[in-house]
């Protein structure tokens, strides 16, 4: 088992910036990738990003190549989400999940609970 705790959501005006971050704990030391998604009002949830656990890889959904940055800290078990340049469409709730299988896309097998990201016009 994996749990995640997600943190640094918030409301800020578009333009801005927020950083995300994700804390895991349990059995971290089988984890392979860790992802961030996000989920609008009436929308499907989506994929925004990913980066393996020794952060050799990253990938990126198209609509936030440039503005969003992933990065991990493996000494505290930390993914971050650094997320500049923000647009309203951005606004979402946030959820960080990690899987054990190769790759960085495909299922994932723990979530979090989420943090919410609102950005003003």
């Known amino acids: 088992q994996v749990q995640l705790v997600e943190s640094g959501g918030g409301l800020v005006q578009a333009g801005g910036s927020l950083r995300l971050a994700c804390v895991a704990s349990?059995?971290?030391?089988?984890?392979?990738?860790m992802g961030w998604f996000r989920q609008a009002p009436g929308r499907e949830r989506e994929f925004v990003t990913a980066i393996t656990w020794n952060g050799a890889s990253t990938s990126y959904a198209d609509s936030v190549k440039g503005r969003f940055t992933i990065s991990r800290e493996n000494a505290k078990n930390t993914v971050y989400l650094q997320m500049n340049s923000l647009k309203p469409e951005d606004t979402a709730v946030y959820y960080c999940?990690?899987?054990?299988?190769?790759?960085?896309?495909?299922?994932?097998?723990?979530w979090g609970q989420g943090t919410q990201v609102t950005v003003s016009s």
């Open positions: 999940a990690a899987k054990y299988s190769l790759g960085l896309n495909g299922r994932y097998d723990y």
């Open positions: 349990g059995r971290t030391f089988s984890v392979y990738a």
